[in-house]
């Protein structure tokens, strides 16, 4: 794996030292202090011209500043080296520069948002500053947003790279031009930039080296680059989805029996599911003697979607043997890499497999305010054969509640009721474990004091609870085409609470939804294959276009909010 090489580590941290001349404890005694600490004073002020080249910029803050957290979260663009010093009191910062800084050039200096209070109260928002060693300051402007598995990326680094001159920027090994934090709220927003060609990223630094790993870290790619012109010199909001973009290809790790008639399969990542149960991707042949070795089924291990199990014909203890993988693609549709999709395995002695379990069933056991049209789902350790009532569903009579029973993948079963059930009533789910078995034989392991049986309970929800969101979906670019997905998560809450899909741009509803904040998120999936496409940094490949409404929407009990509008730019 190629790292950025250490001149650029020395870049972005800038060679910045913090000096302080004394420490002072906190204040005792009184109410705790919860509030953010920000920026109330420059010097000279933000938006000075014609300033020194021997300036040594001053930020004063409204409280005192934990010295310690100022490294790592000042940042200056263009990159040049410089110290911070603190006052006696903590609450000002001076930047001395250790480099001769240039005549007629715009300097901008970034507060991020790890800077923390003294109490451990860290900024709500970046903090920008900008200065002008000419007669004018630029005034160029880019907002955006930045999410990550539904909510808003906190302290996600934002890089902005001009494309003159470079135009492959690789932020894996390429210090940015300009950068900056997103807040809280996942927003951001660069000031004072030049008219020029600009392509942005955004990532999360998991390393907090304040550098782009490409192996680990997620990272949000455009769908479009920005041009600044004497003309226009604002744009967006541009709208960052993050993921981790491996520029590894995806490949077989190892493989390892846990008995005679299963293989795990250790891949370097999740396979796309649909391609996983072919089991004629699978070929096992004895290394000594070529003889082959039946696939029977394949399914992804429901506990590690990178974990692939077959099943297969008897092996031969200690015998060893060669799997060899092909067809199966990564969930960004990259096949598996041809060279690393082979691994030899020894042939189990082991006779008796664990017995199947039952990993989850939602509703959850002693859930609430689950919706009358609720299924029920229940999740495997491994393929299991239901035998007719196998799972039974029971009202608060124990009358037993119809429905039909459909496999969702080899280990996920869903039973719909044949009716809407009550409001406010109490359910219980049974799962009656000798008519649970797998492909051995083996009957559903159970523990506790019914071991027979697997019990759990739920309540259904006041319809009267609900509420309920309207809109409409806009796309300023008229000539795009593709389905719109819409997704709805519930605040501080990773998980999608409901999703719609629309033939292209019109209006949307959510109904029964629980009262509470959410986020709305939408994306056009331009080529149409039911999943969002992240992109690539390098070699670059534009995201598809997405957006997050700006601000959370409140549902309220028996209201619906109404007039709400997702407008994706161009």
Same mark, same amino acid.
């Given at each position: 794996?190629?790292?950025?090489?250490?001149?650029?580590?020395?870049?972005?941290? +800038? =060679?910045?030292? @913090?000096?302080?001349?004394?420490?002072?404890?906190?204040?005792?005694? =009184?109410?705790?202090?919860?509030?953010?600490?920000?920026?109330?004073?420059?010097?000279?002020?933000?938006?000075?011209?014609?300033?020194?080249?021997?300036?040594?910029?001053?930020?004063?803050?409204?409280?005192?500043?934990?010295?310690?957290?100022?490294?790592?979260?000042? %940042?200056?663009?263009?990159?040049?080296?410089?110290?911070?010093?603190?006052?006696?009191?903590?609450?000002?910062?001076? +930047?001395?520069?250790? $480099?001769?800084?240039?005549?007629?050039?715009?300097?901008?200096?970034?507060?991020?948002?790890?800077?923390?209070?003294? =109490?451990?109260?860290?900024?709500?928002?970046?903090? @920008?500053?900008?200065?002008?060693? *000419?007669?004018?300051?630029?005034?160029?402007?880019?907002?955006?947003?930045?999410?990550?598995?539904?909510?808003?990326?906190?302290?996600?680094?934002?890089?902005?790279?001009?494309?003159?001159?470079?135009?492959?920027?690789?932020?894996?090994?390429?210090?940015?031009?300009?950068?900056?934090?997103?807040?809280?709220?996942?927003? %951001?927003?660069?000031?004072?930039?030049?008219?020029?060609?600009?392509?942005?990223?955004?990532?999360?630094?998991?390393?907090?080296?304040?550098?782009?790993?490409?192996?680990?870290?997620?990272?949000?790619?455009? &769908?479009?680059?920005?041009?600044?012109?004497?003309?226009?010199?604002?744009?967006?909001?541009?709208?960052?989805?993050?993921?981790?973009?491996?520029?590894?290809?995806?490949?077989?790790?190892?493989?390892?029996?846990?008995?005679?008639?299963?293989?795990?399969?250790?891949?370097?990542? &999740?396979?796309?599911?649909?391609?996983?149960?072919?089991?004629?991707?699978?070929?096992?042949?004895?290394?000594?003697?070529?003889?082959?070795?039946?696939? $029977?089924?394949?399914?992804?291990?429901?506990?590690?979607?990178?974990?692939?199990?077959?099943?297969?014909?008897?092996?031969?203890?200690?015998?060893?043997?060669?799997?060899?993988?092909?067809?199966?693609?990564?969930?960004?549709?990259? /096949?598996?890499?041809?060279?690393?999709?082979?691994?030899?395995?020894?042939?189990?002695?082991?006779?008796?497999?664990?017995?199947?379990?039952?990993?989850?069933?939602?509703?959850?056991?002693?859930?609430?305010?689950?919706?009358?049209?609720?299924?029920?789902?229940?999740? %495997?350790?491994? /393929?299991?054969?239901?035998?007719?009532?196998?799972?039974?569903?029971? !009202?608060?009579?124990?009358?037993?509640?119809?429905?039909?029973?459909?496999?969702?993948?080899?280990?996920?079963?869903?039973?719909?009721?044949?009716?809407?059930?009550?409001?406010?009533?109490?359910?219980?789910?049974?799962?009656?474990?000798?008519?649970?078995?797998?492909?051995?034989?083996?009957?559903?392991?159970?523990?506790? !004091?019914?071991?027979?049986?697997?019990?759990?309970?739920?309540?259904?929800?006041?319809?009267?609870?609900? *509420?309920?969101?309207?809109?409409?979906?806009?796309?300023?670019?008229? $000539?795009?085409?593709?389905?719109?997905?819409?997704?709805?998560?519930?605040?501080?809450?990773?998980?999608?609470?409901?999703?719609?899909?629309?033939?292209?741009?019109?209006?949307?509803?959510?109904?029964?939804?629980?009262?509470?904040?959410?986020?709305?998120?939408?994306?056009?999936?331009?080529?149409?294959?039911?999943?969002?496409?992240? *992109?690539?940094?390098?070699?670059?490949?534009?995201?598809?276009?997405?957006?997050?409404?700006?601000?959370?929407?409140?549902?309220?009990?028996?209201?619906?909010?109404?007039?709400?509008?997702?407008?994706?730019?161009?």
């Amino acid at each position: 794996m190629n790292r950025t090489p250490v001149i650029l580590a020395l870049m972005l941290s +800038v =060679g910045m030292t @913090v000096l302080a001349c004394a420490r002072e404890g906190p204040p005792r005694g =009184g109410p705790r202090d919860r509030l953010p600490p920000y920026v109330v004073e420059t010097e000279p002020p933000s938006g000075s011209t014609q300033v020194p080249l021997d300036v040594s910029p001053k930020l004063t803050f409204n409280e005192r500043i934990e010295p310690r957290s100022i490294e790592g979260n000042l %940042f200056i663009a263009p990159i040049v080296e410089f110290e911070a010093e603190a006052n006696w009191r903590g609450n000002e910062i001076t +930047v001395r520069f250790e $480099e001769p800084i240039q005549s007629e050039r715009t300097y901008i200096i970034t507060v991020g948002t790890g800077i923390r209070d003294v =109490g451990g109260n860290r900024m709500d928002s970046t903090y @920008v500053y900008a200065l002008s060693t *000419g007669p004018t300051i630029e005034q160029g402007e880019v907002k955006g947003m930045a999410v990550h598995d539904g909510l808003p990326a906190r302290s996600a680094y934002i890089w902005a790279y001009s494309l003159t001159g470079k135009p492959e920027p690789d932020p894996a090994r390429m210090a940015p031009d300009y950068l900056t934090q997103a807040g809280r709220d996942g927003t %951001f927003t660069f000031t004072h930039l030049s008219a020029d060609r600009y392509r942005f990223f955004a990532f999360l630094d998991q390393g907090r080296d304040r550098l782009y790993d490409a192996d680990v870290d997620p990272v949000g790619v455009p &769908a479009r680059d920005v041009v600044l012109s004497e003309e226009k010199m604002d744009d967006g909001p541009l709208s960052f989805r993050m993921a981790v973009n491996d520029t590894s290809a995806m490949h077989v790790v190892s493989a390892r029996t846990s008995h005679m008639r299963e293989l795990s399969v250790f891949l370097s990542e &999740a396979p796309s599911g649909d391609l996983v149960r072919d089991v004629d991707s699978y070929v096992i042949s004895g290394v000594e003697d070529e003889e082959s070795l039946a696939v $029977e089924s394949a399914y992804q291990d429901p506990a590690d979607p990178a974990t692939i199990v077959l099943i297969t014909a008897p092996q031969v203890r200690d015998k060893v043997y060669l799997l060899t993988v092909a067809g199966l693609e990564n969930t960004w549709a990259e /096949p598996i890499d041809s060279t690393e999709n082979s691994t030899e395995f020894t042939g189990s002695s082991t006779e008796n497999p664990a017995p199947p379990r039952l990993l989850e069933v939602h509703p959850g056991d002693r859930s609430r305010d689950i919706a009358q049209s609720s299924e029920i789902r229940f999740s %495997f350790s491994e /393929p299991v054969t239901l035998e007719e009532h196998a799972v039974v569903l029971r !009202d608060s009579t124990d009358q037993e509640v119809g429905g039909d029973l459909r496999w969702l993948s080899p280990t996920v079963a869903a039973m719909r009721p044949d009716t809407l059930l009550w409001p406010s009533a109490e359910y219980e789910i049974l799962v009656l474990a000798d008519l649970v078995s797998n492909v051995f034989g083996q009957s559903l392991q159970t523990t506790g !004091d019914r071991p027979d049986t697997l019990a759990y309970t739920f309540s259904t929800i006041d319809p009267a609870e609900y *509420g309920s969101l309207s809109g409409r979906f806009e796309d300023e670019d008229v $000539e795009m085409a593709g389905p719109v997905e819409i997704s709805l998560y519930r605040e501080r809450n990773s998980d999608a609470v409901s999703e719609i899909r629309l033939a292209g741009p019109g209006g949307f509803r959510f109904d029964q939804v629980l009262p509470g904040r959410y986020i709305l998120q939408a994306y056009r999936d331009a080529n149409g294959n039911g999943r969002y496409d992240f *992109g690539s940094a390098m070699p670059f490949i534009p995201a598809e276009r997405s957006m997050v409404h700006p601000d959370t929407v409140e549902i309220r009990t028996g209201w619906e909010t109404e007039d709400v509008t997702l407008r994706l730019n161009r």
